[in-house]
Structures are given as structure tokens and as C-alpha cells.
């Protein structure tokens, strides 16, 4: 399994696209590292594309989804699922969120961001 890798100018880099994602004013929005947004979904995904911000409670994570120029915040539950047919000590939760479209982040081969 492969990211979808889909980069482009991040709406933290252009505000007038942004659309304000209600439960959390910009000002409280997490620093993100990079001036691009990188999907993290699996190729080949429907839907908009989607990169994780970042945490704004153990349950609450805040991502940007996308399509083409078309920017939206979206608070959402991390997935947090786990691979069963790996021992307990080696299992890594799922960074990505709940509902995601297929292919858990411990699923993927390839690395983030390359
Ligand atoms: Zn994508
Ligand atoms: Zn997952």
C-alpha cells in the first residue's frame, strides 16, 4: 500500500482559502511543519485529500482536506486501529482518522512527505 502523496500549496500559506473549521479558531490551530500539504491517504483514494495538522486532545485531531484550490478543516477522531496479526508490544496505532478511506497508516510501505 502506497500514499497518495498528492502535494500542494497549504491553505496556512494562502489564508483566503481557507475556510474556518467552526469549533476552532485559526489562532489555536497546531503549528504544522510544513508549508505543503501532503495526503496521507492511501492512492488511489475518493474523495478530497487529507493531511493531519495536529492534535488537539487525545481525541480530537485537527486535519485539512482538499480538492484542487478547495481547502476545508475538518475536526475529526483518531482511527487508532491496530494490526491483529502483529504481537501487542509491536502494534502501532493508526495515525490516520476514524472512517478514513482504505489503507492504515501501518499499512503503507512508502514514506510520508517523499
Ligand atoms: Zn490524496
Ligand atoms: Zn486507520
Given at each position: 500500500?502506497?500514499?497518495?502523496?498528492?502535494?500542494?500549496?497549504?491553505?496556512?500559506?494562502?489564508?483566503?482559502?481557507?475556510e474556518?473549521?467552526?469549533?476552532?479558531?485559526?489562532?489555536?490551530?497546531?503549528?504544522?511543519?510544513?508549508?505543503?500539504?501532503?495526503?496521507?491517504?492511501?492512492?488511489?483514494?475518493?474523495?478530497?485529500?487529507?493531511?493531519?495538522?495536529?492534535?488537539?486532545?487525545?481525541?480530537?485531531?485537527?486535519?485539512?482536506?482538499?480538492?484542487?484550490?478547495?481547502?476545508?478543516?475538518?475536526?475529526?477522531?483518531?482511527?487508532?486501529?491496530?494490526?491483529?496479526?502483529v504481537?501487542?508490544?509491536q502494534?502501532?496505532?493508526?495515525?490516520?482518522?476514524?472512517?478514513?478511506?482504505?489503507?492504515?497508516?501501518?499499512?503503507?510501505?512508502?514514506?510520508?512527505?517523499?
Amino acid at each position: 500500500m502506497y500514499h497518495c502523496n498528492a502535494s500542494g500549496p497549504s491553505p496556512w500559506s494562502d489564508p483566503p482559502n481557507t475556510e474556518p473549521p467552526g469549533a476552532v479558531p485559526p489562532e489555536q490551530y497546531p503549528p504544522h511543519l510544513y508549508d505543503r500539504v501532503v495526503c496521507e491517504l492511501g492512492r488511489g483514494h475518493d474523495g478530497d485529500c487529507a493531511d493531519h495538522v495536529g492534535e488537539l486532545s487525545p481525541d480530537a485531531q485537527l486535519w485539512v482536506l482538499w480538492e484542487d484550490d478547495r481547502f476545508t478543516y475538518a475536526v475529526l477522531r483518531p482511527c487508532c486501529m491496530s494490526d491483529p496479526t502483529v504481537p501487542p508490544v509491536q502494534q502501532e496505532p493508526c495515525t490516520l482518522y476514524a472512517g478514513h478511506t482504505p489503507g492504515h497508516s501501518w499499512q503503507f510501505t512508502d514514506m510520508l512527505h517523499g
